[in-house]
């Protein structure tokens, strides 16, 4: 399964080829080939190193709620592993 996550964009290099994003603090480069219309301050939705879609803030923050309650969920994300057969 794959997830695209939305982020905000923070800024945008001179040649609108790449941008830096706000991923939870740390400051991520992505690509911006898809989306040469974005600009600081848009949220985009970021699968593999690529901003692939502009989407509205509430869109963004609903999306991340439930992907925090994905987190909590024990073992959803992380499952325990039987190591008894090591």
Do not use: W
């Not at 480069?29 to 692939?52: Q, R, T, W, Y």
């Not at 509205?56 to 923050?61: D, F, G, L, P, T």
């Amino acid at each position: 399964m794959c997830l695209a996550v939305p982020l905000k964009l923070l800024s945008v290099a001179p040649d609108g080829a790449s941008g830096v994003v706000d991923m939870g603090g740390a400051e991520v480069s992505v690509g911006l080939d898809l989306v040469p219309e974005a600009k600081p301050g848009n949220f985009v939705l970021v699968h593999a190193g690529m901003a692939i879609e502009i989407i509205e803030e509430s869109e963004a923050q609903a999306t991340l709620a439930v992907y925090q309650e994905f987190a909590e969920v024990p073992g959803l994300l992380a499952p325990k592993t039987d190591r008894t057969h090591d």
